[in-house]
């Protein structure tokens, strides 16, 4: 039997950011932002979720001279359709409850 | 506090969670320390920095919990804790079969060296009780076998014998203040046995908890 997925709230929060642009990378400061999770929160994610293959992590020149390299990440294949089903699930679940108030 | 001395307890705070990273996950530590080098405003960076000291600690709890030696520490705790559920049960059994020679050996090992200075509590303790204790320490037993077969949810028995026990800690108050002795007479090792157990069941949710994403 397969193992049920997390819903955390947080999980949800940095796909919706992630799969918003998929083919773009992103720093983890621009996530923290965009997200509103706490850097805490946020690397302890990115780490799961490079660790599960579900996200790609690399090493890029930083813009500005005499600045020191940076992480970026983006979704790698089976991340984005992991994020696609989170969605799906995210916004049917949200249908079904919102119909159920109506 | 100036800005110039926030940005400099920042650094200092992101070299420390660099530092405090699991090995294997040692680039992470100094991605996000290369990320503070980017954030201008000092406020934000020294809040960054509180961030990435937690991430360090939750990553660095993750792989101790996930070591070998790690996993052994706590299912010795837990077992400790089984044992010590089991302890008063065993002393009242000997006591009214009148094992005598047990129940001195374990009457050594309370506050007094001595079980008759128990016996009036002994006397008093109803026969519920002892099988309260016992069933909290098999839900403890049942956690550690859990936990050892890696099997998700070994917290929940855990929460459940930590909850009979504070069943128990509290009908101990009454025969207490029936009989006026007090078992354990030092409320800091009270308190240092419940906060004991309660650590041990957080420490095992976190060490059994799911880190899977993706079905699988």
Redesign the interface.
Known sequence: MGRRPIFSSQTDRLLAVLLKSPQAWQHGYALMKQTGLQSGTLYPLLVRLSDQGLLDAEWREADKPGKPPRHVYRLTPGGLAFAREQAATASKTTGALLGAKA | MTEALRRRLAKKLMRHAACIMPAR?K??G???Q??L???EDDQVAL??A??????GY??RL?ALLQSWYGRSALACLIALLAVREFFAPLLIFAYRMQYLGLAHFLGLRTAGDDYRRLIPVMDATPAWLPVLWVAAGLLYLVALWRMLRRA?GSAAPFFLGFALELVGIGAVQSVQAATGIIITPNPIVRAAGVALTLAAGLLLWWATR???????
């Open positions: 996950e680039n992470w100094e991605a996000m290369n990320e080098q980017v954030i809040h960054w509180f961030g990435c000291v937690i991430a939750t990553e993750s998700d799911k880190r899977t994403f993706a079905a699988n």
